[in-house]
């Protein structure tokens, strides 16, 4: 084998092959000695190889667990953003947005039945929620439209090169308000958004919500255990005035058609169960946008449900996660109908 015009005594090939893709991160590489004989620059490159598989060892050992990293959104206020990785091929990313008093991180089983799927999942905390900070950490600063920019930022900041399945959207309670609100205004036009995944969104609220206005974990979920990683914080609506105004204003404004495209699933709890959201409200909003589609929208409701729908105690949080993951291989497939192949306690309606 010659190289630049000279007889080289060892030829050494390897192959480092890196997937764009985050998931399908590995490394090959073989190395073919043609003599015996190894040089200095031989073993130099032997030992680049070896210490290349070893990183991509690691990274492929953090698929299904979550990573997280702070994004200065603006000036003054970072987030927490996750991402979580399948262990095989990227089939679409889904990019969730959690409710009040939530954090990104209190959804890891809904999170895991989408990787598990092979969905990458990203995620991030609201201002005032879970470990986003700065000066203007304070969601009461911020707008819809404002989220709305730092979720289409976060999707930016966590995209990869070379992308090849959709874009969906979830969210549950004001996060599936804020995912609403962003398929009406159609953001994220860079990419597409290619489904959405409703859980009791806040397209219609009460008054007061939880238990006389603040949020309690007896009121958001039947589970005893939920998978919660921190406190509910802020604890009530009440505390942040500017931003609960901005809510009703933006419930309101719900009610106008979404994308006639675009496929989207909703799935509501209990009528007097969900203490968050005005669930017969929430209905009607799904059966009106479903009159306007001309792709699926299926709902489902799960009587007897608390608000916390996806961390619901056995067969009802398992049927919720069952649907999400369903509906999103459906978008992944290009399917143009939905219909459940798993049976359980939420029918659709």
């Known amino acids: 084998m010659t190289i630049d015009g000279k007889e080289s005594r060892a030829f050494r090939e390897y192959i480092i092959f890196r997937s764009k893709r985050v998931s399908a991160q590995f490394i090959h590489f073989r190395i073919i000695f043609v003599s015996g004989e190894v040089d200095s620059v031989s073993m130099k490159t032997t030992i680049f190889a070896l210490v290349a598989l070893a990183a991509s060892f690691n990274t492929f050992a953090q698929a299904g667990k979550l990573k997280t990293r702070m994004l200065e959104v603006k000036v003054g206020l970072s987030v927490r953003v996750s991402e979580m990785l399948p262990k095989g091929d990227v089939k679409g990313d889904i990019l969730y947005l959690h409710g009040f008093g ?39 600063l911020h707008s819809f439209e404002d989220i709305i920019g730092f979720a289409e930022k976060v999707e930016r900041f966590t995209r990869e090169d070379d992308i090849d399945g959709p874009f969906m959207l979830a969210g549950w309670s004001t996060g599936g308000l804020l995912a609403v609100r962003a398929a009406q205004k159609e953001a994220f036009a860079e990419r597409g958004v290619e489904g959405v995944i409703l859980f009791a969104p806040a397209v219609s609220v009460p008054a007061l919500v939880g238990r006389k206005g603040f949020l309690t974990q007896e009121s958001l979920t039947s589970n005893p255990n939920p998978p919660h990683m921190g406190e509910i914080t802020p604890k009530s609506p009440l505390l942040k005035p500017i931003f609960s105004g901005r809510l009703l204003v933006n419930a309101a404004a719900a009610n106008k058609s979404l994308p006639h495209d675009l496929p989207v699933i909703t799935i509501v709890a209990g009528e007097t169960e969900d203490l968050y959201v005005n669930t017969p409200k929430v209905k009607e909003w799904a059966v009106e946008q479903r009159l306007n589609a001309r792709f699926m929208r299926p709902a489902y409701q799960c009587k007897s449900a ?30 143009d109908t939905f219909k459940s192949k798993v049976s359980g306690p939420c029918k659709s309606f």
């Open 102 to 140: 939530d954090r990104l991180d209190n959804h890891m089983p809904l999170f895991k039945a989408w990787t598990d799927k092979g969905f990458r999942v990203i995620s991030f905390d609201l201002p005032s929620h879970g470990e986003s900070k700065g000066l203007f950490n304070n969601i009461d």
């Open 306 to 335: 608390f608000h916390e729908l996806d961390n619901e105690p056995g067969l009802v949080g398992q049927n919720v996660r069952d649907l999400a993951v369903e509906f999103a291989q459906a978008i992944a497939s290009g399917q």
